[in-house]
Each structure stands twice: as structure tokens, then as C-alpha cells.
């Protein structure tokens, strides 16, 4: 991937791959643990759904976090109300709240979990069992995550030719607040808001401890800037590719999906193989 992150399986990883700063005392931890989930739990993230029948994946995710862990990186959660707790998920890191989600399924279920394809050769419907625990992680090597890119050609933001730009792992918050029901970087909503969130820097731009990426300067970049920028933010967000490798029985084809991440089929029946 780049110099920042290496890649480990999820099995092997301990903590969080990024890791949670304390607000106060700046002090970033990786641990994290959850309360055994049961009965209780479901009620709580029940309770919530019927409250916001709205939410998109990302927002069920959070609730399934807020009412399941209990201690987020340096902070103990069992002394914090629900809606504190939900401000601290939604302002770490997507890689920190992804991989405490694949930990707590791993943790509550077990590491299989069963995804639903269909080949693109020869369009037979596939049922395949995928084992979390080998999902790959792009854990950070260090706490300095905030990365300089040289660009060359210089990207065009504004009236400014930028030489270099700088850029930090993108956080859960974007994700949470967009309206897009997905988590595809292709649809423009979801992009504005994880660009604005991730681009910090940019040579010659003063922001002045506001927001870099604007919606003005947003419309000023072209088609190749914006993918170029989309790819240095993939490259330095780091946490679980999403991407699970198959294989179809019937003419052997090895390929990749994007798997059934929803709260309802992640934590259901139906991505289990055996009852
Ligand atoms: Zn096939």
C-alpha cells in the first residue's frame, strides 16, 4: 500500500489499527474491549431502530457500537450516556470503527460468515462462506498518520497550483453523515464529505484552522484531480479491505466482492452457514 500502513490479518491484530486520541490528554490507545452481546444489547439496538427506522448501514453500525463497547481506546464507555458515546465512535477513524465492528462479530459469532455473489462468467448464484478472521488489515506503523503528497503534475485547486497536499485518514463522521446508503466512493454526496474531511493542507492555500475543501473549491477541481485525490485517500485511510476473494464451484473463477456489510446481515441468520 505506502510506507504508513502494514498488513496484518485480522486474527493477528490486537487493538484498533490506527488508534483513539483523547480529547483532553491527547493520549492515543488501540484497545478497545465490548460487553458480551446478548439479549440486552439486541433490545438497546432494537429500541433505537424503531426511534430512527431511517438509518443508513453506517449510522446501525454506530448504534450497534454504542450500546456493545465498553472501552473505546482511552475511554471507558460504561461512564459515558449512549449519546456521548456515539460522538466518540462517529469522530475516530473509519479503519478503528470498521475493525471494531469485524472484531465485535468475530468476538460475538465467530469468524465465518457466509456472502451471496453472482459469478460474472458464467452468472451462477454463489453461496460462500468467507472467514473473517483472514480479512487483511492496513494497520498504521506509527501514531503520525497525517501524510504530505508530492503532486506532480501540481493539482489545481482554485486559482492555486498546488505542489504537494496533505492528507489524514478519513473518519467515521463523513461516512455517518452522508446520505448515501453506501460506502461507495463513486457517489459524489459521500465524496464531498470524506474529501472535506481527509484533504487538510494544500501549498499556498491559508485556511486559518478552517475547512480546506469547501464546496467552492470543491467545484473547482477536475475530473482527474478528483481521482487523483481519491486515490491518495484510499491509500492513507488504512483499516479492513473490504473486499472478500471467491471462487465459483462451477467454472472455478476467482474474483472479488464487496461483501453484505448491513448490521442485519452481518449480526443475522443468514451469514451463518450452520444453526
Ligand atoms: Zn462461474
Redesign the pocket.
Known amino acids: 500500500m505506502n510506507d504508513l500502513f502494514q498488513v496484518l490479518s485480522l486474527s493477528d491484530t490486537e487493538g484498533l489499527p490506527i488508534g483513539i486520541a483523547h480529547e483532553a490528554t491527547g493520549e492515543i490507545s488501540t484497545q478497545i474491549s465490548f460487553h458480551p452481546f446478548g439479549w440486552d444489547q439486541e433490545v438497546e439496538i432494537s429500541k433505537e431502530e424503531e426511534k430512527h427506522p431511517e438509518q443508513t448501514i453506517t449510522q446501525k453500525i454506530t448504534s450497534c457500537l454504542v450500546h456493545t463497547v465498553k472501552s473505546w481506546g482511552p475511554y471507558d464507555f460504561t461512564e459515558m450516556k449512549p449519546a456521548e458515546r456515539q460522538l466518540r465512535i462517529r469522530d475516530s477513524y473509519f479503519a478503528d470503527v470498521f475493525t471494531a465492528y469485524c472484531k465485535l462479530r468475530m468476538e460475538a459469532i465467530g469468524p465465518e460468515m457466509i456472502v451471496f455473489a453472482s459469478?460474472p462468467?458464467?452468472k451462477?448464484n454463489i453461496t460462500w462462506e468467507i472467514d473473517l478472521g483472514s480479512l487483511d488489515i492496513y494497520q498504521a506503523k506509527s501514531n503520525q498518520v497525517i501524510k504530505k503528497y508530492e503532486m506532480s503534475p501540481p493539482i489545481k485547486i482554485g486559482s492555486n497550483e498546488c505542489n504537494w497536499i496533505e492528507a489524514a485518514p478519513v473518519r467515521w463522521e463523513p461516512c455517518y453523515s452522508s446520505p448515501a446508503d453506501t460506502f461507495a466512493t463513486s457517489d459524489p454526496r459521500f465524496r464531498r464529505n470524506i474529501f472535506a474531511d481527509a484533504i487538510r493542507n494544500a501549498e499556498g492555500i491559508e485556511t486559518h484552522g478552517a475547512l480546506l475543501m469547501t464546496d467552492e473549491r470543491l467545484r473547482t477541481l477536475s475530473k482527474r484531480d478528483i481521482e487523483r485525490l481519491q486515490k491518495i485517500i484510499d491509500n492513507n485511510s488504512g483499516g479492513p479491505d473490504l473486499r472478500s476473494k471467491i471462487k465459483?464451484p462451477?467454472?472455478g473463477?476467482e474474483f472479488a466482492i464487496i461483501s453484505d456489510w448491513s448490521y442485519d446481515h452481518f449480526f443475522g441468520s443468514s451469514s451463518l452457514q450452520n444453526l
Open positions: 459469478c462468467k458464467c451462477d465459483c462451477r467454472c473463477l
